[in-house]
């Protein structure tokens, strides 16, 4: 029930920029685009995330289409610790309304950082 | 410092055994959550207790018994176990209150069911 559409796996060479799309065509207008990230044996882990402006942190910079329709994730410099599962999901803004009130995890992007 | 524990890491038992896994968060969240992450990966939500109170309940056996004592433990009680039960089950908590409710995970419990 994933309402999101990413490719299943991606190669990126380190400290080059890994850019990571995501389609998100039925989103509405109060959901949000979250990305995590799942390292080998790990628990999941927060990256970002954004409604319609652009966003950065410490970790990744979050791209949204005007139309909110598809995101992409960047790794500016990725090192070989990024090596990981990165999930794309969509939310609505209260985490206890509806059908806001779980995550929906499709199986993600698996990234492959090479020296 | 650890902002999601979880106990045990790994757990191995029988069927028909009676387990439970317990998890503590130090982060000030009201939230707590419980996922089950099967052999392909999928991450799927269990449980979630918002102040103690039991919030989403997905369609889980009976046999899976979520207790949450106070805001920041959130316990899972498994009854008559089974091998479809082995898995790696993830506790997670968030805020439910704010501008985002990013959920923060803990290292999992590698469950085994022989």
């Known amino acids: 029930d994933a309402k999101t559409t990413q490719p299943t796996s991606m190669d990126c060479a380190e400290g080059r920029a890994a850019n990571l799309p995501c389609n998100h065509s039925t989103i509405s207008g109060n959901e949000y685009v979250y990305w995590y990230r799942q390292i080998h044996s790990q628990g999941p882990q927060y990256i970002i995330h954004g409604l319609k402006n652009n966003e950065t942190n410490e970790m990744a910079s979050l791209i949204i289409t005007e139309d909110r329709k598809s995101s992409t994730l960047i790794l500016p410099h990725a090192t070989l610790r990024d090596t990981a599962v990165y999930y794309c999901?969509?939310?609505?803004?209260?985490?206890?309304?509806?059908?806001?009130?779980?995550?929906?995890w499709g199986l993600g992007t698996s990234l492959a950082v090479n020296p | 410092d650890t902002a999601v524990s979880q106990t045990p890491k790994y757990l191995v038992t029988q069927m028909g055994n009676d387990k439970s896994i317990k998890c503590e968060q130090n982060?000030?969240?009201?939230?707590m959550y419980w996922y089950k992450q099967d052999s392909k990966k999928f991450l799927k939500i269990m449980f979630s207790?918002?102040?103690?109170?039991?919030?989403i309940n997905e369609t889980v056996p009976n046999r899976f018994s979520p207790k949450s004592p106070d805001k920041a433990h959130l316990n899972l009680h498994i009854n008559s176990l089974e091998l479809g039960d082995s898995a790696v089950y993830f506790c997670?908590?968030?805020?439910?209150?704010?501008?985002?409710?990013?959920?923060?995970f803990g290292p999992g419990t590698r469950l085994t069911v022989t």
């Open positions: 999901i969509v939310r609505g803004s209260s985490p206890f309304a509806g059908n806001n009130r779980k995550l929906i």
């Open positions: 982060l000030g969240h009201d939230t």
């Open positions: 207790y918002n102040n103690k109170e039991l919030i």
């Open positions: 997670a908590s968030s805020f439910s209150t704010g501008s985002s409710y990013e959920q923060y």
